[in-house]
């Protein structure tokens, strides 16, 4: 049965949000972490025979950087994306409220009379 009113939990909206960005900092600080320790043993392979060539062309820097960088920033514009939805999701109910304050005062109506 398809229901004709909606629902959004704006709380797990919060968490879900925070999670999100929870992750977006954890692969930030992996990618940091790595060009950080990577460094100081990039030359470890050698630099000009044949085994420095053999695993150069492996390209284990790039390969992390170039999986790394492009996976976070895909998980901050999910991040982004979910925090345009939940503002949008969230001004149906701001403008009712808005609207019942706007009909509040024009018929004299104070905050304390709830009509409880």
């Known amino acids: 049965m398809v229901s004709d009113s ?3 939990d704006l709380e797990r909206q919060k ?3 925070e999670k ?9 600080e992996l990618l940091g972490e790595f060009v950080v320790r ?6 470890w392979m050698g630099w000009t025979d044949d085994f420095a060539m053999q695993m150069k062309s492996q390209r284990f ?4 950087t170039e999986t790394l960088d492009p996976m976070t920033k895909s998980i901050r514009a999910a991040w982004t994306r979910a925090l345009q939805v ?3 999701v969230q001004k149906p109910q701001q ?5 019942i304050e706007h009909v509040r005062r024009e018929q004299g ?5 709830d009509g409880a």
């Open 86 to 88: 939940s503002v949008e």
């Open 15 to 17: 968490q879900a949000l």
């Open 109 to 113: 109506v104070g905050a304390e009379d």
């Open 6 to 8: 909606y629902h959004s």
């Open 38 to 43: 990577y460094v100081p043993m990039s030359d």
């Open 61 to 64: 820097y790039e390969g992390i």
């Open 20 to 28: 999100i960005e929870e992750a977006i900092k954890s692969g930030e």
């Open 95 to 99: 403008g009712a409220v808005e609207d």
